[in-house]
């Protein structure tokens, strides 16, 4: 099964500030999700990527995928409190189901 | 976008009782649902694959019998812990779709006491 490893765990920025996010596959890579989830609540979808290179960003949220590195990072500009949450990974290891990294516990201090 | 509810959204029960969590996907039809397992800090964990009309494909290590997974309809997809027991605590998500296009639930919390 396809392993993917987050980095880092957890993270406190303060609210202004930017972030990034590190998913790493151990295997290639077909598709790369991100999703939030606030605890005990179900998966926001944020972004898709399919092409290495691929970039893609939707307010101040941008995902890039390394697809040679099997990596793909999230990255959050001039974080807010909305921002706060469990950001996952996902990813389609070709066999039509998503395996998701430990998840990143991010918390915006204001 | 779609919406994919579940019922219920907590339960308590006690050991050696049986639960029933249901999955609706509420706007389209889901020929294929997923069941995921998370407990806390940790990842999803894909339980079963749910297909409409046919038996479902659980991953490796999932006991079939103890959760047991009907898939009766378009739109709704069940899945009953058989037996419980405090380790079969845990936060139980669902989604719809294909995995390009998966809708998830809003989760069920599970308590076995």
């Known amino acids: 099964s396809q392993e993917l490893e987050q980095s880092p765990q957890s993270l406190i920025v303060q609210e202004g500030k930017n972030l990034t996010i590190n998913c790493t596959s151990s295997k290639t890579l077909y598709g790369l999700y991100w999703y939030k989830q606030k605890y005990g609540e179900g998966l926001i979808f944020l972004m898709m990527?399919?092409?290495?290179?691929e970039e893609k960003s939707h307010e101040k949220i941008t995902a890039k995928l390394d697809e040679k590195k099997q990596q793909s990072s999230l990255h959050i500009t001039a974080s807010q409190p909305s921002h706060a949450g469990i950001y996952l990974c996902?990813?389609?290891?070709?066999?039509?189901?998503?395996?998701f990294g430990a998840g990143t516990t991010v918390t915006v201090r204001a | 976008g779609a919406v994919v509810s579940q019922h219920p959204s907590r339960v308590i029960c006690k050991s050696g009782t049986s639960v029933k969590i249901e999955c609706r996907s509420l706007d389209f039809q889901a020929t294929t649902m997923f069941w995921y397992r998370q407990f806390p800090k940790q990842s999803l964990m894909l339980m079963a694959t749910?297909?409409?009309?046919?038996?479902?494909?659980?991953e490796q290590g999932v006991e079939k019998d103890k959760f047991l997974i009907n898939h009766a309809s378009l739109t709704l997809s069940t899945l009953t812990v058989t037996s419980a027991h405090p380790e079969d605590s845990s936060f139980y998500i669902c989604?719809?779709?294909?995995?390009?296009?998966?809708?998830f639930g809003p989760g069920t919390r599970l308590t076995v006491t």
């Open positions: 996902g990813a389609d290891g070709n066999d039509y189901k998503l395996s």
């Open positions: 990527l399919q092409k290495g290179g």
């Open positions: 749910s297909n409409e009309g046919s038996k479902a494909t659980y």
């Open positions: 989604s719809a779709g294909v995995v390009s296009e998966q809708y």
